[in-house]
């Protein structure tokens, strides 16, 4: 079993920046491959950014392509979401996603994620 908390989401002007945290708990945060996914109100959880259990590959959704780092520190058995210039469309509830993980892959769906954590609440203003 992963535990995964999130952090960091607040109201934010638009042009602002945040950084979410993801903190893993219960085995090794190394053999998970990590996901950031977004939901909108009335609208399906996306894929926003993905990286890899050793952080050397990572997927971005074009729509937060230059503005959004995905990132891991194994040390601190946290992920993180560094969101830049953000926009009132990014307005969501952002939630991190693990996949145990024996290669060097990012995953893109939904349903390859087996442990979820609680999401945490980004609003950006205009």
């Known amino acids: 079993q992963v535990q995964l908390v999130e952090s960091g989401g607040g109201l934010v002007q638009a042009g602002g920046s945040l950084r979410l945290s993801c903190a893993a708990s219960g085995r090794p945060f190394s053999n998970y491959a990590m996901g950031w996914f977004r939901q909108a109100p009335g609208k399906e959880r996306d894929l926003v950014a993905a990286i890899s259990w050793g952080g050397d590959i990572t997927y971005y959704a074009d729509s937060v392509k230059g503005r959004f780092t995905i990132s891991r520190d194994a040390a601190k058995n946290t992920a993180y979401l560094q969101m830049n210039s953000l926009k009132p469309e990014d307005t969501a509830v952002y939630s991190c996603?693990?996949?145990?993980?024996?290669?060097?892959?990012?995953?893109?769906?939904?349903?390859?994620?087996?442990?979820w954590g609680q999401g945490t609440q980004v609003t950006v203003s205009s």
């Open positions: 996603a693990a996949k145990h993980s024996s290669g060097s892959a990012y995953y893109t769906h939904e349903y390859e994620y087996g442990y």
